[in-house]
């Protein structure tokens, strides 16, 4: 089975989606609070979907691709780490991916009860490979929805979810027991069975656009691949919704001004080694990116992940 038959990057179509997220924020976001003390400019319920057979959503208004530790690696090492249950700091580099540290200082983790380099139980690694049952036990969803898809492919309950609402709900009673409340992560597999091809839908509930855009859309794009390598059914679309899709103004304005002056590109092609059968063994040197061109360097913008 072909994961996916792209078009030909000549006459693949430019796209800019992302442009015109950062576009509409711009004009028509809405000031507010943030719990840091600062204030966003938001758009709430944004949809993006993706055709995939036109390439895979890496971002061109910057160079994200390049480097040792570039977007693109750090953002699929995350991705991996999760998938294999990371909740540390440790495991996190082990997967290669190392932009969680200033979120995992003793400071911050000892405020949620948490050891240093500690994200909490209440993670997306844990909730996804551990989500606790109500005997004790933990339930790895990765492994019972692939179970699922194989047995019922026509069920409309393919669902990954990274919240687990009592590790990190804050009040007079309740303490968080997550570093950071996953934003990203709740999905629904959609299976074709007479077409033979998966959508993947993602709910994203809250996005920095400018600084995390990016890497999302990498590992969402690069999981309907996987998933479509795993299950059989070719990838054709990625639906992509962000609850709060926002950037900070008092620090990323100028950020915005340059994006949305740079040219719009193609998206690029990513293959994955066909030997890797499991969700949980991809690892950064089983994906392959080409046709990527980006428009700007990496260093265009200052806030960066």
Same mark, same amino acid.
């Given at each position: 089975?072909?994961? #996916?038959?792209?078009?030909? /990057?000549?006459?693949?179509?430019?796209?800019?989606?992302?442009?015109? &997220?950062?576009?509409?924020?711009?004009? *028509?976001?809405?000031?507010?609070?943030?719990?840091?003390?600062?204030?966003?400019?938001? #758009? /709430?319920?944004?949809?993006?979907?993706?055709?995939?057979?036109?390439?895979?959503?890496? #971002?061109?208004?910057?160079?994200?691709?390049?480097?040792?530790?570039?977007? /693109?690696?750090?953002?699929? $090492?995350?991705?991996? %780490?999760?998938?294999?249950?990371?909740?540390?700091?440790?495991? &996190?580099?082990?997967?290669?991916?190392?932009?969680?540290?200033?979120?995992?200082?003793?400071?911050?983790?000892?405020?949620?009860? &948490?050891?240093?380099?500690?994200? $909490?139980?209440?993670?997306?690694?844990?909730?996804?490979?551990? /989500?606790?049952?109500?005997?004790?036990?933990?339930?790895?969803?990765?492994? %019972?929805?692939?179970?699922?898809?194989?047995?019922?492919?026509?069920?409309?309950?393919?669902?990954?979810?990274?919240?687990?609402?009592?590790?990190?709900?804050?009040?007079?009673?309740?303490?968080?027991?997550?570093?950071?409340?996953?934003? *990203?992560?709740?999905l629904n597999i959609h299976i074709n069975v007479y077409k033979r091809e998966l959508t993947l839908i993602h709910v994203q509930r809250s996005q920095d656009v400018p600084v995390g855009g990016g890497a999302n859309l990498i590992q969402y794009g690069v999981l309907s691949l996987m998933l479509s390598q795993v299950t059989g059914y070719k990838a054709r679309r990625l639906v992509y919704v962000i609850l709060d %899709? *926002?950037?900070?103004?008092?620090?990323?304005?100028?950020?915005?001004?340059?994006?949305?002056?740079?040219?719009?590109?193609?998206?690029?092609?990513?293959?994955?080694?066909?030997?890797?059968?499991?969700?949980?063994?991809?690892?950064?040197?089983?994906?392959?990116?080409?046709?990527?061109?980006?428009?700007?360097?990496?260093? #265009?913008?200052?806030?960066?992940?």
């Amino acid at each position: 089975m072909q994961t #996916i038959q792209y078009i030909p /990057f000549p006459i693949r179509p430019y796209n800019g989606s992302y442009k015109d &997220l950062l576009q509409k924020i711009q004009t *028509h976001g809405e000031d507010n609070q943030h719990t840091s003390g600062s204030h966003t400019r938001s #758009i /709430f319920g944004h949809t993006m979907t993706f055709n995939l057979e036109e390439g895979i959503p890496v #971002i061109t208004e910057r160079d994200i691709v390049s480097g040792e530790r570039s977007i /693109f690696k750090q953002s699929l $090492g995350e991705l991996f %780490a999760f998938l294999n249950g990371a909740r540390t700091q440790k495991e &996190l580099e082990s997967f290669g991916c190392y932009w969680w540290k200033p979120w995992l200082t003793k400071k911050k983790c000892e405020k949620r009860g &948490l050891r240093e380099g500690d994200m $909490g139980p209440g993670a997306y690694g844990p909730a996804w490979t551990q /989500f606790p049952m109500p005997d004790g036990g933990h339930y790895n969803q990765w492994d %019972a929805v692939i179970d699922q898809i194989a047995y019922r492919p026509y069920l409309k309950t393919h669902v990954i979810t990274p919240f687990i609402p009592y590790f990190y709900m804050r009040s007079d009673t309740e303490q968080q027991k997550v570093v950071v409340t996953p934003c *990203h992560g709740f999905l629904n597999i959609h299976i074709n069975v007479y077409k033979r091809e998966l959508t993947l839908i993602h709910v994203q509930r809250s996005q920095d656009v400018p600084v995390g855009g990016g890497a999302n859309l990498i590992q969402y794009g690069v999981l309907s691949l996987m998933l479509s390598q795993v299950t059989g059914y070719k990838a054709r679309r990625l639906v992509y919704v962000i609850l709060d %899709a *926002h950037y900070y103004p008092e620090k990323q304005e100028e950020d915005v001004k340059k994006l949305l002056a740079t040219p719009t590109g193609k998206f690029a092609s990513i293959l994955l080694d066909p030997e890797v059968k499991r969700v949980q063994d991809f690892r950064l040197e089983h994906v392959t990116i080409s046709d990527y061109h980006p428009q700007a360097p990496r260093r #265009i913008i200052k806030t960066e992940v």
